[in-house]
């Protein structure tokens, strides 16, 4: 099933939700990053919580996620927009921790307990929205939901699912994301809260071939809905070989030329996505010509 997101309101509009399917972009980012297993399920999850994120801003908007703890992986950077596309790493892809003694992975220990959460939005204004909390479990779900509480006054709740297959391949992955509007009373929002609670575990559902729209029935169990959007969602990067050729201009005609010298060409990889990008001397003298040019 292809990856994609629904976006969806209560009749008595008394709160939105999202709920998506990541299994795709997430299995694509694991691959390019040759993670670990404790680092698959991390950086799964914190890429399907920036695809929800990100589909809460207007047309242009992009969201940067930025989970940094005192654990192995020390650092997961995840960019989600509007329209679906998703990219993210892990500081130390490879880096892993025993499972917990339920047998389930301990994202919590491989992110580390003592860290912060980042949230940056560019709303297509002079200055980005920034706001910063402490991690609140390490669990990514919960750190998520504990922001929107805290920075953005937003009663939430988030969910946040990777199945590893016994090998280690991504078998399935999703989320969701759900908000109390400001209609909404303390004890509908409790009621919603338990209702949420007594699901199944959102990784289960997601292994049960369980779509968003189901879910997003179970979590509305009795409470009429209507779904208001859906779109695609993918491991899409921004990286290109004349964003690294603008980056090597922005540093100067004497900083070219001593790489030409040194080296004789110019490596760079995408730390996203991975993407290696190789300039050879004589595209290096084009790039220093064109700055004497000026």
């Not at 890429?47 to 801003?57: K, S, V």
């Not at 992975?105 to 912060?116: C, E, M, N």
């Not at 937003?154 to 016994?166: D, F, K, M, R, T």
């Amino acid at each position: 099933m292809t990856d994609y997101l629904v976006r969806a309101i209560t009749e008595a509009e008394h709160f939105r939700a999202l709920a998506c399917l990541s299994t795709g972009l997430v299995a694509e980012a694991c691959r390019r990053h040759g993670t670990s297993l404790t680092a698959s399920a991390a950086l799964g999850r914190a890429l399907t919580g920036g695809a929800l994120m990100g589909a809460l801003l207007k047309t242009g908007g992009r969201v940067a996620l930025k989970l940094e703890g005192n654990g192995p992986l020390r650092k997961i950077l995840v960019e989600a927009d509007h329209n679906g596309a998703v990219r993210g790493y892990v500081a130390e892809p490879q880096a892993d921790v025993p499972p917990r003694p339920d047998g389930k992975l301990d994202v919590a220990a491989g992110l580390g307990q003592a860290g912060f959460l980042t949230v940056a939005k560019d709303l297509g204004m002079r200055e980005p929205y920034r706001g910063i909390v402490q991690l609140y479990t390490s669990e990514i779900a919960e750190d998520l939901a504990y922001y929107f509480s805290e920075s953005e006054q937003i009663p939430s709740a988030v969910g946040l699912g990777v199945y590893l297959e016994p090998g280690g391949a991504v078998g399935a992955a999703g989320g969701f994301l759900v908000q109390a509007l400001p209609a909404a009373d303390p004890g509908a929002t409790d009621g919603l809260i338990a209702q949420i609670g007594r699901m199944p575990p959102l990784t289960d559902l997601l292994r049960e071939g369980k779509t968003p729209e189901e879910v997003l029935g179970l979590i509305f169990d009795g409470i009429p809905f209507r779904i208001l959007e859906k779109h695609a969602l993918a491991f899409r990067c921004s990286c290109s070989r004349e964003r690294m050729e603008r980056a090597l201009l922005s540093l100067g005609r004497e900083e070219i030329d001593s790489l030409i010298a040194e080296l004789g060409e110019a490596v760079g990889t995408c730390e996203f996505c991975g993407e290696r990008y190789q300039l050879s001397r004589e595209e290096l003298e084009r790039l220093s010509r064109q700055l004497s040019a000026h």
